[in-house]
């Protein structure tokens, strides 16, 4: 059978027509809007609160129009969202349409909160203020455990990089400084664990304000650099993490990049970094090899304790003596030079047991020294941050 140009033209017209929203075109509602093939009926009242995006379009002037004419009044002229999805509109709706039961929902430990953060971004565009704040503090409640743990999928301590990551995402557009501050800093420590790779982190993190996690995202990513400088893998788990006898991620004892395990190479998808974050993790291994370099040779101080009579040539030059012994031991330089938390802690242990120190401190001394040690690894860890900011950024030099 023939069909002319104006039958195609019709056929095409009618497989593009926009079909109702099943949920939310309401018939007796006032407000046609079309999101990408779907055809939305809803109430201007609930759009145009709150000093949204909606209340600012609906206030403006029609002109050349009758209201029947007017822009979202009828089927045949709504008001199109381009760019956006019907099922993202359709979650921003349900918010205004929900039962209050359905709203309390959000606030249990049973809350879905993959669809809360999809109502925080919708908010968020929409600039509907107060309910963006309810939303993301629903969020905040749920994952802290304040209604009991959370679903097992919305779990810190087991769930993905990208879920993560999609979660820190939000609490950064959102501001929520509670909620930013709680999710870098439980995926700092998962990263710390090997548990999550860091490259997952290094864009974010950089982003953010949370030291912490810019500073153990970088440090992690650069014990897990390869021979070749390359990143590893995206893969999450142990089992894609390099590492050593020792059972942590390395680079080369010399403090240069290491293969992976018994030369074997890593299996799983390549990691890429940008040109930014190689020059970054660059700066962190100069500034923590020099760290090292000074924290080798001095040791921590602590005050005189009471009841220590020989102190300053007793207990504080045999300190210093072991310091300086331990740091240049087999088992403090298995672990490489940029890796400083590991080569304090391996110290710290051979400290405790180091029969110099037993003997030649005063007992005040020895718990004041082995505390001093204590503070140190906690004051690096802290400032592990500060260690790679792009040392040549500015002029694009290398550091003198």
Same mark, same amino acid.
């Given at each position: ?10 056929m095409?017209q009618?497989?593009d027509?926009?079909?109702?929203? &099943? ?10 809007i079309?999101?990408?093939d779907?055809?939305?009926? +809803? ?32 089927? /045949?002229?709504?008001?199109?969202? /381009?760019?956006?999805s019907?099922?993202?509109f ?40 107060s ?17 009991g ?6 779990d810190?301590?087991?769930c993905? #990089?990208?879920?993560?990551?999609r979660?820190?995402?939000?609490a ?26 860091p ?10 304000d949370?030291?912490?996690? +810019?500073?153990?995202?970088h ?24 590492s ?15 293969? &992976? ?9 390549p990691a ?23 924290l ?29 012994? +331990? ?26 047991? /180091? ?6 401190? #005063? ?6 020294a082995?505390?001093?040690?204590? #503070? ?16 040549? &950024? ?7």
């Amino acid at each position: 059978m023939d069909i002319d140009e104006s039958g195609l033209a019709r056929m095409a017209q009618k497989e593009d027509a926009p079909v109702p929203d &099943a949920e939310y075109y309401i018939e007796s509602a006032d407000c046609t809007i079309r999101v990408e093939d779907t055809l939305f009926r +809803v109430h201007r009242y609930f759009l145009g609160r709150d000093n949204s995006a909606f209340q600012h379009m609906f206030s403006m002037p029609v002109r050349d129009a009758t209201f029947c004419d007017a822009e979202g009044v009828s089927d /045949h002229n709504p008001i199109q969202l /381009h760019g956006e999805s019907a099922e993202r509109f359709r979650a921003l709706l349900s918010v205004f349409y929900d039962l209050p039961s359905q709203l309390h929902a959000y606030n249990t430990s049973a809350a879905n909160i993959n669809r809360l953060l999809t109502i925080c971004e919708m908010t968020n565009k929409y600039n509907f203020a107060s309910t963006e704040s309810w939303a993301i503090d629903a969020v905040y409640n749920v994952l802290s455990g304040l209604y009991g743990p959370p679903q097992q999928q919305y779990d810190l301590a087991t769930c993905s #990089s990208a879920w993560i990551r999609r979660l820190l995402e939000v609490a950064v557009l959102c501001g929520h400084k509670r909620l930013i501050d709680y999710v870098s800093n439980r995926w700092a420590d998962r990263i710390m664990a090997r548990d999550l790779r860091p490259i997952h982190a290094l864009e974010i993190a950089a982003r953010g304000d949370n030291s912490k996690l +810019v500073g153990i995202a970088h440090y992690v990513q650069l014990l897990e650099m390869g021979a070749d400088f390359d990143a590893g893998v995206v893969e999450d788990g142990l089992q894609y993490g390099r590492s050593q006898a020792h059972g942590h991620p390395t680079t080369a004892a010399d403090g240069g990049p290491a293969a &992976a395990p018994s030369g074997q190479p890593n299996t799983g998808t390549p990691a890429v970094l940008t040109r930014e974050q190689k020059r970054r993790l660059l700066s962190g291994h100069w500034s923590l090899t020099r760290l090292w370099e000074r924290l080798a040779t001095t040791p921590p101080k602590f005050e005189r304790p009471d009841g220590c009579t020989y102190h300053q040539r007793g207990c504080v030059s045999t300190w210093a003596e072991v310091w300086r012994e +331990v740091a240049r031991s087999e088992r403090t330089l298995s672990y490489p030079v940029v890796d400083v938390l590991q080569r304090l802690d391996a110290m710290r242990l051979q400290l405790v047991m /180091h029969a110099d120190i037993s003997t030649a401190l #005063s007992p005040q001394c020895m718990r004041a020294a082995l505390l001093a040690v204590k #503070s140190t690894i906690t004051e690096v860890q802290e400032g592990l941050g500060s260690h790679f900011s792009d040392l040549v &950024a500015d002029d694009g030099s290398a550091p003198g």
